[in-house]
């Protein structure tokens, strides 16, 4: 079976650094997705990773080994504006999305 | 600046009721899609469109019809509501069927049924 793993929540403190990681199976792997979730509102978009690496968007970073069927997102600076769900999702050969769980991320002064 | 508006943020409905969510998107997006978020649970595809009155199938199609007679909107129906589908259901839109398929949601609609 497809499976996306994620811890369910993690706290971090005003100004640090946290570091969220996803591990997956799936049929075939055609991309992986960061999205951010603010509490009673839509998902967005953060990041795509295809190729291994790490990608730089400002405060975010996301790494990809495709060979572990390992990512992280990387939140540098945090703030409290990103207390949210992180939802991590991996496009299956089917260019079909497998979503994780998600993790709740905590800031606090 | 909203691109994808879902018509109602919260319903209350009893059960054996129909149900109608509604949908708009403004990007002129060919691809649409209708999850449901649960509580400890990654996103669940319910149905999805890549052209109108096209439909297919996702994850959990079972007490779920939907229809998309134009581009931009797309309606999920509960035919007769269930305690079970109570749930946060979220609608998307992207524009390729392909590749970096972003999506963009809706604020979702929150649906109690009783």
Redesign the interface.
């Known amino acids: 079976g497809q499976n996306?793993d994620q811890p369910?929540e993690m706290t971090a403190t005003e100004g640090a650094i946290v570091q969220i990681n996803c591990t997956y199976q799936t049929s075939g792997f055609?991309?992986l997705?960061w999205?951010q979730q603010h509490a009673?509102?839509?998902?967005?978009?953060l990041s795509?990773n295809?190729l291994d690496g790490l990608e730089e968007k400002g405060r975010f970073s996301s790494f990809l080994s495709r060979s572990k069927g390992y990512s992280y997102l990387l939140l540098k600076e945090l703030q409290m504006k990103d207390s949210a769900s992180y939802?991590c999702?991996v496009?299956d050969s089917n260019?079909?999305?497998?979503?994780?769980?998600?993790t709740k991320l905590i800031i606090k002064p | 600046d909203v691109k994808v508006t879902q018509s109602s943020r919260y319903l209350v409905k009893r059960t054996g009721e129909k149900v109608f969510l509604e949908c708009v998107q403004d990007m002129d997006h060919e691809n649409m899609f209708w999850y449901r978020q649960d509580p400890g649970l990654g996103l669940r595809l319910i149905y999805f469109s890549y052209d109108v009155k096209m439909k297919e199938k996702g994850d959990i199609p079972e007490g779920y019809s939907v229809s998309r007679e134009k581009k931009e909107r797309f309606s999920l129906i509960l035919e007769s509501a269930s305690t079970n589908q109570t749930s946060m259901y979220l609608c998307a839109s992207s524009y390729s069927n392909s590749g970096a398929n972003v999506l963009t949601f809706g604020a979702g609609s929150r649906l109690t049924v009783l």
């Open positions: 996306i369910t055609n991309g997705f999205y009673g509102e839509a998902p967005t978009f795509y295809v939802l999702a496009m260019y079909q999305l497998i979503w994780g769980a998600g």
